[in-house]
């Protein structure tokens, strides 16, 4: 384009952070909201001008720093459909904070805008350590919103967050530097090309997965979300279910399957069966809970396992359906955490036996989380379905086993949702405080609109989504398909695999280096 386009974008929030600092709070929401709608807009300069058949790596900037380090962007389709659900669900979160914080506002819109722009930092890094940076310095933000405007429990919560989200990182920083050495480039595409010896792939793997699997998160270690979610304030619970959940997938797809394909088919009954356990168990949590954002917490946990069971089936459907999950659950789980903020900001209370018949007094408001929770359950029509569809046919062609456990937690996904729906929207109206509520006004119509008429796009035209990122799926296949396990080795541990001729050669140059 000629223009630093991806640079900008980074700089509009930045600034506007900074900014925000110094001023008192109606024009600090001003400007928040200001610089969110112009990275919006920026996002959808970039979607319009994306050139589905042209090069992987486009928009791209580069230049020297210092020892080495590059400030290097770009995107690809992937990147790309991620960057515009960020910009996308961020103005959407200001409105949701106008009224709800009435305290220290100017610092609390600094510390969304600036997570913004680590956040989109984090999708179009090129160079390794920009990367981590972005991706370590993500957590600064979200831990002072939670810890500092979060609920009654806000210190605790806010600790375990960053706890086990940095401890995770760190392996996977050990682990870049040995890459860095021996490949000698920080460069994430050149990395993605590079054939490491199948035994440190291994090492090197773990090490990645340490990280990933805290920030998605995968069962066993999703304990922090629960508890992130029902003490963050509204807009801290969108973003971290909509979007930063998303790095851990977002990593997989950028670092493990490509860099470490060979150790990637060696776990994949690891992600497979953690996955399987994921979808039941936090299911069946899910439908003996009492808060309302814990109860659709549980289920991202639930949802994201159909995520990283496709990303590890080792087929184009499979990443296809990964992908669209990751946006779709973006839209559904921030729009579903929107709904509970709605009700509680009038009442204050998120215990669902304190509503009842909400239908009656709230009756647009009863739709729209009608809406969010079919597509939740996968209502043909609605993002979920689509979703859930191509990422089962995907996992189907690696495993029927696995098909038909994720199916289970599909159904018991419908059970806990339709069940929260009738205890909120319908029955009879017991509280004289619940039925009193008005419904919806003006600014919460602009919050929830846009987000059902994604939904509702996502689920009838989904090319749109998946054009962008086909071709880049589509070489990513390619990269994994001479490590792809086949027959009974699939979901079994140590069963011999099939290494790319390049990965043979590159194993055995080194061992005649040790010679």
């Not at 600064?140 to 600790?159: D, T």
Request: one cysteine or more; hydrophobic letters at 60%.
């Amino acid at each position: 384009m000629g223009f630093p386009i991806l640079s900008v974008t980074l700089a509009v929030p930045l600034a506007a952070a900074i900014v925000c600092l110094f001023l008192n709070a109606p024009a600090a929401r001003t400007l928040a909201l200001a610089a969110t709608l112009a990275d919006l807009a920026l996002g959808i300069v970039l979607w319009a001008n994306y050139d589905i058949g042209g090069a992987q790596w486009q928009f791209t900037e580069r230049a020297d720093l210092f020892a080495g380090f590059q400030y290097a962007l770009g995107i690809d389709g992937i990147a790309l459909m991620l960057i515009v659900l960020s910009v996308f669900l961020m103005p959407i979160c200001i409105l949701a904070s106008w009224d709800a914080i009435d305290r220290r506002v100017g610092e609390y819109m600094a510390a969304f805008l600036l997570m913004e722009t680590l956040m989109i930092g984090v999708f179009c890094a090129q160079d390794l350590f920009l990367f981590y940076i972005m991706f370590e310095a993500g957590l600064i933000p979200m831990y002072l919103i939670i810890g500092v405007w979060g609920g009654a429990n806000r210190i605790y919560a806010s600790y375990k967050f960053f706890l086990y989200t940095l401890l995770g990182s760190v392996l996977m920083l050990i682990a870049m530097l040995w890459m860095v050495n021996v490949a000698g480039t920080t460069s994430i595409p050149a990395l993605m090309q590079y054939d490491f010896a199948p035994q440190a792939q291994t090492w090197l793997w773990l090490a990645f997965f340490a990280s990933f699997a805290v920030k998605m998160p995968m069962w066993p270690a999703h304990t922090w979300l629960p508890d992130a979610h029902v003490q963050a304030p509204t807009a801290g619970s969108v973003i971290l279910a909509g979007v930063l959940l998303k790095m851990g997938g977002y990593g997989f797809i950028r670092f493990s399957l490509p860099m470490f394909p060979e150790a990637s088919a060696q776990f994949m009954w690891l992600i497979f069966g953690l996955s399987m356990a994921a979808v039941v168990i936090t299911s069946l949590i899910a439908l003996v809970q009492h808060d309302m954002k814990k109860l659709i917490a549980y289920s991202s946990v639930a949802h994201m396992a159909i995520v990283t069971a496709g990303l590890f089936a080792f087929n184009v459907q499979g990443l296809e359906g990964a992908m669209v999950m990751m946006l779709s659950h973006g839209l559904v789980s921030g729009a579903l955490f929107l709904c509970v903020g709605v009700i509680y900001d009038r009442l204050h209370t998120r215990e669902i036996d304190r509503y009842g018949g909400l239908s009656i007094n709230m009756p647009m408001y009863a739709l729209f989380f009608m809406v969010f929770t079919m597509a939740s359950i996968g209502l043909p029509g609605t993002s979920g379905f689509v979703a859930e569809f191509i990422s089962l046919v995907g996992v189907y062609e690696a495993s029927s086993l696995a098909t038909l456990v994720l199916t289970t937690g599909i159904i018991l996904g419908a059970a806990y949702m339709l069940y929260l729906y009738w205890r909120v929207a319908f029955g009879v109206q017991r509280n004289a405080d619940a039925a009193a509520m008005r419904d919806l006004t003006g600014r919460e119509w602009l919050m929830l609109a846009p987000i059902a008429a994604a939904v509702l796009w996502m689920g009838v035209y989904p090319e749109s989504f998946l054009a962008p990122m086909r071709k880049d799926i589509a070489t990513l296949d390619a990269r994994l398909a001479g490590a792809a396990p086949t027959g009974d080795a699939r979901l079994a541990p140590g069963k011999p695999r099939s290494y790319p001729a390049n990965a043979i050669a590159h194993e055995a140059a080194a061992a005649g280096e040790a010679e």
